[in-house]
């Protein structure tokens, strides 16, 4: 059994319910969105037109919970150790499987994470456990239907040689947002970092470093909520997917 | 004008009429896709599944022929030179405009092509005006709906030296087919020299060099046969869509 697979029979069988950061490291890991298959369209074109956030790795067939591409055998409804649930443009209770969400219209879209390139950062020496957050920005995307609405960004605090790093790492992974956006102020891109959607409070930025900000997979689900989108099941934020593709096979040499 | 916008009117106006190779050398160039609105989920699912013959770079608004993002105030009934029209499996003569042909429900996609790099490869040193073909292969694609089939490659002979170098420059414009999916024997990937698509006869292998193939963007025009598809209206080969995006803005670093 590989690290991934361990990985995802340990979440099925509720061993791992926490975050699945850090866990099978140096394996490509996805977010999640599930959407009935009347927006199925609108969500993928949405996805065509902010690609640098939601990079699709994967469309499952309506009805069908087995990434075929990514992860043979695998489960979507009970393989992610936490779920969110958006109906009508509100948030309700997470979940920890969709054995009672699940419908035969549902379409299942994968959408690469950041989370992937951690065990690359890792390795040219750019920390990636702390100085994380997600926050709104007020960079607009391009909305498709009734997806709308302004980019959410991950942000970093890094030292300048680790920023020149990081950007360099990061970029040979475009399928997982790739460069980062942003490199500097925060109010540039509309960013305001007294309220982050995760990841705890800001702080004062630590001398030396410098705010490093790339496109985030959160982007969408803000989109659905804005677009009052019927039904919409997303991964819990860093309760992705662990899928079998090995992340340095994936990027570019 | 930029030398695209110039490309563009030269072609609205029938000063141009022949291919679009060479043409506004540095700009990208894209492959043009038209369906109608409900054949549109099944071709951007397939474009996604087989992103690497088919990498989408925009979809329009139904009914709408203006690429809003890539191509602002261009018009796609009129400037390309040649289209062609494939109505339930069959190839129809080529038409010159579509005016006649466009309807409210068409949605046109505008895929990145290979002639794309043309002009980082020259600059590598790279000749990129003669030894290519466009062939079929047995590589399979990842059906979508009605969308299926193998995929369409284009191949270069080139130098060793050259294929390294073409590799190098190519990896790093991944919306465009990227780096070659295969170097080396045309069998192994069910490729027979004797019956090209377009690039007249291939001849003997030259003294030296080494076939390089990379995934072309006349895959989809395949599938839409194989599949029957009511009605689907491209570029004709070589006859493509000049955007006003800068290639070397748009490639990987």
């Keep these: 059994m590989t690290p991934a697979q361990k990985a995802r029979l340990d979440i099925r069988e509720k061993r791992h319910t926490g975050t699945t950061r850090g866990l099978a490291l140096g394996y490509v ?10 927006v199925a369209f609108e969500l993928l074109l949405y996805c065509q037109r902010n690609a640098r956030a939601c990079p699709v790795l994967e469309v499952c067939d309506p009805g069908s919970f087995e990434p075929k ?18 109906r009508n443009g509100e948030r ?15 379409v299942a879209f994968l959408i690469g994470s950041g ?21 709104n920005s007020r960079l607009p995307t391009v909305p498709a239907g ?15 040689e680790q920023a020149i790093i990081a950007t360099q790492v990061s970029s040979r992974f475009p ?24 990841g705890g409070k800001v702080g004062a ?10 496109a985030c997979g959160v982007t969408p689900q803000e989109a659905a ?24 096979r994936f990027c570019i040499p």
């Design 69 to 86: 591409q990514l992860a043979p055998g695998a489960d979507l409804r009970t393989d992610l150790p936490k779920y969110a649930v958006y």
């Design 146 to 160: 009734r997806f709308h609405g302004d980019m959410v960004v991950t942000m970093r605090w890094l030292t300048p």
């Design 175 to 198: 399928h997982n947002h790739g460069a980062p956006i942003h490199i500097g102020d925060p109010a540039a891109i509309g960013v305001d970092l007294e309220n982050p959607l995760f």
């Design 225 to 248: 909520l804005r677009g009052k989108i019927e039904l919409m099941i997303t991964h819990a934020p860093a309760h992705g997917f662990v899928t079998d593709l090995e992340a340095d």
């Design 115 to 135: 989370i992937t390139f951690d065990g690359a950062l890792e390795r040219a020496g750019v920390p990636t456990d702390k100085h994380r957050w997600v926050l």
């Design 29 to 38: 890991q996805c977010n999640l969105a599930v959407v009935p298959e009347s």
């Design 92 to 106: 309700l209770p997470d979940v920890t499987d969709l054995k009672s969400l699940w419908r035969s219209d549902l």
């Design 205 to 214: 930025r630590p001398p030396d470093m410098v705010a490093v900000f790339w």
